[in-house]
């Protein structure tokens, strides 16, 4: 059973910068790709980025893309979700998941097996 342990979040000021880290409890998290999900009060859980096996290849919601920034470091089994620029809007509970894959791409639908428990990040001046 993968776990998944989400930290970083924290309150900033509009136009600041924030890293999440996803902490995987495998050293074989190179076999996962790694998507960030968010979901703010009232609305639906919708998926921020992802990143493949390899990290040669990501995707990114239109609402993040040129903002948000994720990386993986496979030898410390830990995925990163750099976010700059932060707007209000983006405040919300971040999760990250893990699904084991042979694929060489990834997906921000949520089909993915594994799930941290979350991380509040929180936009506001």
């Known amino acids: 059973q993968l776990q998944l342990v989400e930290s970083g979040g924290d309150l900033v000021q509009p136009g600041g910068s924030l890293r999440l880290s996803c902490a995987a409890s495998?050293?074989?998290?190179?076999?996962?790709?790694i998507a960030w999900f968010r979901q703010a009060p009232g609305k639906e859980r919708e998926g921020v980025g992802c990143?493949?096996?390899?990290?040669?290849?990501?995707n990114y919601a239109d609402s993040v893309k040129g903002r948000f920034t994720i990386l993986r470091d496979n030898a410390k089994s830990t995925v990163y979700l750099q976010m700059n620029s932060l707007k209000p809007e983006d405040t919300a509970i971040y999760y990250c998941?893990?699904?084991?894959?042979?694929?060489?791409?990834?997906?921000?639908?949520?089909?993915?097996?594994?799930w941290g428990q979350g991380t509040q990040v929180t936009v506001s001046s």
């Open positions: 998941a893990a699904q084991l894959t042979a694929q060489a791409m990834c997906t921000i639908a949520p089909l993915y097996d594994y």
């Open positions: 990143i493949s096996t390899s990290g040669s290849s990501t």
């Open positions: 495998r050293s074989s998290l190179r076999y996962y790709a």
